[in-house]
């Protein structure tokens, strides 16, 4: 079904006083509700948008060859090309090709990075520059609407991670009968997703439909990961979301991951912790959710977040 996805205005969130106040609990509602929202006028422009989806689709279009270099199942690897095909594992194959890579720091990545089609590591690197802000300061916002002190997870947040995953669905001849991306949440604090047509669904946990996000022209739509419903004791929820399939055309989404470091612990902040709500997860790296892809665990449709739970 279509539904009512929130949108957040960052032009009033950069705002001061009571209009501020005012898009802060707005936002806070959001990641509390179904931990997913649209956000317009964010200032990444319209060019360096299509610019990068224009280079992801260049990509998938080159020869095997140039793609195969890239080629790897070693989920640790920095760089990587691959399918979500994983023969005798899953019950049902997955239609996705991907190719993910680390982004932050810029400097020490972009070299490692496909230099084919020509553009792409200029093109992608202005993208992850101008959306790693944009998640940084949505990150923040997010912390100060929880009323946590900002102090120690400020510079960690800062250090963090930032890996994006460049998804290709192809037309499928049966797209009810396969998924692009089985349903999961995200290990993240904050992901940023750009696509360029629909297919993205998201699980409204009350009545356990779902719920198609539509492609607004120009909106990124922001996922709270495991790693900020950890933080918040569950206040926001990671939102469990899916990659549907067309028989038309290729659909590509680019979605840009964001963590603290590679073995940085995010647990739950004290400040939402009492008698009356202990803590409720366990703290966990980025490293961590790693190690958890190679257990069965992920093929049998658990969440990351389903073993931090204490
Ligand atoms: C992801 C993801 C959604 C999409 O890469 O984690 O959920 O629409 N992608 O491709
Ligand atoms: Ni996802």
Request: charged letters at 25%.
């Given at each position: 079904s279509?539904?009512?996805?929130p949108t957040?205005?960052?032009a009033?969130?950069?705002?001061?006083g009571?209009?501020r106040?005012?898009?802060?609990?707005?936002?806070g509602?959001?990641c509390?509700?179904?931990?997913?929202?649209q956000?317009?006028?964010?200032?990444?422009?319209?060019?360096i948008?299509?610019e990068v989806?224009?280079?992801?689709?260049?990509?998938?279009?080159?020869?095997a060859?140039?793609?195969l270099k890239f080629?790897?199942?070693?989920?640790?690897k920095p760089?990587?090309?691959?399918?979500?095909?994983k023969?005798?594992?899953?019950?049902?194959?997955?239609w996705?090709i991907?190719l993910?890579?680390?982004?932050?720091p810029?400097?020490?990545?972009?070299?490692?990075?496909?230099d084919?089609p020509?553009?792409?590591?200029e093109?992608?690197?202005?993208y992850?520059?101008?959306?790693?802000?944009?998640a940084?300061?949505?990150m923040?916002?997010?912390?100060?609407?929880l009323?946590?002190s900002?102090?120690h997870?400020?510079?960690?947040i800062e250090d963090g991670?930032?890996?994006?995953a460049?998804?290709s669905?192809p037309p499928?001849?049966e797209?009810?009968a396969?998924l692009?991306?089985p349903?999961?949440?995200?290990?993240?604090?904050?992901t940023?997703v750009l696509q360029n047509?629909t297919?993205?669904?998201?699980?409204?946990?009350?009545?356990g439909?779902?719920?198609?996000v539509?492609?607004?022209h120009?909106?990124?739509?922001v996922h709270?990961?495991?790693h900020f419903?950890?933080?918040?004791n569950g206040v926001?929820?990671?939102v469990v979301h899916?990659?549907?399939?067309?028989?038309?055309?290729?659909?590509?989404s680019i979605?840009s991951?964001h963590?603290?470091?590679?073995?940085d612990?995010m647990?739950t902040?004290?400040e939402?912790?009492?008698?009356?709500?202990?803590?409720?997860?366990?703290?966990?790296?980025?490293?961590?959710?790693?190690?958890?892809?190679a257990t069965?665990?992920i093929a049998?449709g658990k969440?990351?977040?389903?073993?931090?739970r204490?």
């Amino acid at each position: 079904s279509q539904a009512h996805v929130p949108t957040i205005d960052m032009a009033r969130l950069r705002k001061t006083g009571s209009e501020r106040s005012l898009a802060i609990k707005e936002l806070g509602e959001a990641c509390r509700r179904r931990g997913f929202f649209q956000v317009v006028n964010h200032g990444i422009s319209q060019s360096i948008l299509d610019e990068v989806l224009a280079v992801a689709s260049g990509f998938f279009d080159l020869p095997a060859r140039e793609k195969l270099k890239f080629k790897s199942s070693d989920v640790y690897k920095p760089v990587r090309y691959a399918t979500s095909l994983k023969d005798g594992v899953d019950k049902v194959q997955f239609w996705r090709i991907f190719l993910k890579h680390y982004a932050h720091p810029l400097e020490a990545w972009i070299d490692s990075w496909p230099d084919n089609p020509p553009h792409y590591r200029e093109k992608m690197g202005k993208y992850c520059a101008e959306v790693r802000k944009l998640a940084l300061e949505l990150m923040g916002t997010i912390i100060e609407s929880l009323a946590i002190s900002p102090k120690h997870l400020s510079q960690k947040i800062e250090d963090g991670m930032q890996v994006i995953a460049v998804n290709s669905y192809p037309p499928c001849p049966e797209p009810d009968a396969a998924l692009g991306l089985p349903p999961h949440s995200d290990y993240t604090c904050l992901t940023i997703v750009l696509q360029n047509s629909t297919g993205l669904e998201i699980l409204d946990t009350e009545d356990g439909n779902w719920i198609t996000v539509p492609e607004i022209h120009g909106t990124l739509l922001v996922h709270v990961g495991d790693h900020f419903e950890v933080l918040s004791n569950g206040v926001y929820k990671s939102v469990v979301h899916r990659a549907t399939l067309n028989s038309e055309r290729t659909r590509i989404s680019i979605a840009s991951l964001h963590s603290l470091g590679m073995d940085d612990k995010m647990g739950t902040a004290k400040e939402v912790v009492d008698e009356e709500n202990p803590k409720r997860y366990k703290e966990s790296s980025f490293r961590d959710f790693l190690d958890f892809l190679a257990t069965d665990d992920i093929a049998h449709g658990k969440r990351f977040i389903d073993t931090l739970r204490i």
